[in-house]
């Protein structure tokens, strides 16, 4: 059972290249415009950058880039979030892209690329297509997402509510700098929604020991009782979490703990491979504890504890 670390690739108005989500769409504001005046309460996007959405805090008349949402220490303007077009790279899995039908995504990065993952989704397939610097295909692959595990005699196959995978890691696409690669998520008849998509470079960290992941979430929803012993419950998001021990060869320890803490702070995927399926335990997030355990013997261990983004 391999365990792998995806780095991600920076994805903004620079990187991508096209997408068939429109800006402004969903509940987008319009863009800024100096030449316009400001109440409290106002929201504008910036199309630069991430595309962010900014809400005025203090009222103003138009007086050029002094004012500007994003002026160095801006008095008039706090940033809220992304467009609906850039949510799907924000790192708030819980705020997705929503569309019609259909959303693609054509992304093309300087960077050696080889991984895509996809999370928070709600679609029916997701095609992955990698293009070289001459255009050439090099990569092609659609995965249906229905989930048939649950699937395990007539009844269930009857009876069973259907389930849909709702994160996709793709580790073998091939390494490429310069390459073009194109995401389309489809659910014909019905919005998809696509929480957060990546781009990056994998490698692997080791392997896990003792055929075991923990896994679980941190549930957000509030559950509370009145004096009658009756639940009010708000039911809000979750956070996956994941533990694992894996080894690695001694002779790499310091690289990989290295490695991993120059990740500490910054969303990163991890996905353990089972001899069921490549990649079916993933996390998108970060670690609040890794431990190291050295050993003279040819292969040491790392425990880590994952949590992911909401």
């Not at 008095?75 to 693609?104: C, E, H, M, Y």
């Not at 970060?286 to 880590?304: C, D, G, Y």
Request: glycine share 6%; aromatic share 10%.
């Amino acid at each position: 059972m391999a365990f792998k670390m995806v780095t991600p690739s920076t994805i903004d108005d620079t990187t991508l290249t096209s997408s068939t989500v429109a800006e402004p769409s969903g509940d987008d504001p319009v863009e800024y415009n100096a030449a316009n005046n400001f109440s409290v309460g106002d929201f504008v996007f910036v199309g630069a950058g991430f595309h962010l959405i900014y809400i005025c805090i203090q009222a103003h008349t138009a007086s050029g880039g002094a004012q500007s949402p994003t002026a160095t220490g801006s008095l008039f303007w706090t940033v809220q979030r992304s467009t609906n077009k850039f949510k799907a790279f924000d790192q708030f899995i819980g705020d997705p892209t929503t569309k019609a039908n259909s959303a693609a995504w054509t992304i093309n990065i300087s960077d050696v690329v080889n991984s895509v993952a996809l999370f928070g989704l709600s679609a029916a397939t997701v095609q992955v297509v990698m293009l070289d610097t001459d255009g050439i295909e090099r990569y092609n692959e659609t995965i249906i997402l229905d989930d048939n595990t649950g699937v395990v005699d007539w009844f269930t196959y009857w009876f069973s509510p259907v389930v849909r995978r709702t994160n996709v890691v793709l580790t073998d696409l091939p390494p490429y700098a310069d390459a073009s690669v194109t995401v389309t998520v489809t659910d014909t008849g019905n919005t998809v929604l696509v929480g957060q998509l990546i781009v990056g470079l994998f490698e692997t960290l080791g392997s896990t020991t003792m055929d075991q992941v923990d896994l679980g979430i941190d549930d957000f929803s509030r559950k509370e009782r009145d004096v009658f012993g009756r639940f009010s419950i708000i039911e809000r998001n979750f956070a996956d979490t994941m533990a694992l021990t894996f080894v690695t060869d001694t002779s790499r320890l310091g690289y990989i703990k290295n490695r991993l803490a120059g990740r500490r702070s910054l969303p990163t995927v991890y996905a353990v491979d089972t001899q069921y399926l490549q990649n079916e335990y993933v996390i998108y997030g970060f670690f609040p504890t890794m431990q190291p355990l050295a050993r003279h013997a040819e292969v040491s261990e790392i425990r880590i504890e994952l949590e992911g983004l909401v």
